[in-house]
């Protein structure tokens, strides 16, 4: 009887813990889902409003759409990067079956690339030339040194909303690719 109690108890305590590491692993899969809308909802609507933006000539419409991007890069695109990375990285380190996964590496890797690339060409660009509208708009500067980065904006935005499309592709088809040695 002792015995079958000490079995019936690690089954249980299994049980348990196979149930914490799925409630884990879904909660994972959930932010780092979340995280991915939102960046590339961010980084839709800051080409959206790349292409809608007056020239700086109209320095008040300029201004505030400049300032509405700085926004969005500061609240909306940098947190939901950061999820998307940190939820996506622990995803692979707490579920074995993605350790030798070459879709997973890929992913990986392509999210390390566009954290720095996001803020090196969206997050840093666009706080400063909200910045610099404002004080364009202040009279501190002057206004024909603004929009000079706009064309190299809107290059690394569509090349990051394509690297993310593209790593939605790979989580969702999990191509077979060579595995990693051990």
Do not use: C
């Not at 004080?135 to 500067?141: D, Q, S, V």
Request: no cysteine; charged share 15%.
């Amino acid at each position: 009887p002792a015995a079958s109690l000490t079995a019936a108890l690690a089954v249980a305590m299994h049980w348990r813990t196979e149930r914490r590491r799925d409630a884990v692993r879904k909660l994972l899969k959930f932010l780092h889902i979340i995280g991915a809308i939102g960046l590339m909802g961010a980084m839709a609507s800051l080409l959206v409003l790349l292409s809608f933006a007056p020239p700086p000539t109209s320095l008040d419409g300029y201004a505030l759409v400049r300032g509405a991007m700085g926004a969005i890069a500061t609240w909306i695109f940098l947190p939901s990067l950061g999820l998307t990375l940190i939820a996506g990285l622990l995803a692979i380190a707490f579920n074995s079956g993605f350790h030798n996964a070459g879709w997973a590496w890929v992913k990986a890797a392509s999210g390390i690339l566009v954290f720095e690339s996001g803020f090196v060409g969206v997050l840093g660009p666009m706080q400063r030339e909200a910045e610099r509208s404002g004080k364009a708009l202040a009279g501190e500067i002057d206004p024909a040194t603004l929009a000079m980065s706009l064309g190299a904006e809107r290059g690394t935005l569509w090349i990051l909303l394509v690297v993310a499309a593209a790593n939605v592709v790979l989580g969702v088809w999990r191509p077979r690719l060579p595995r990693l040695p051990r």
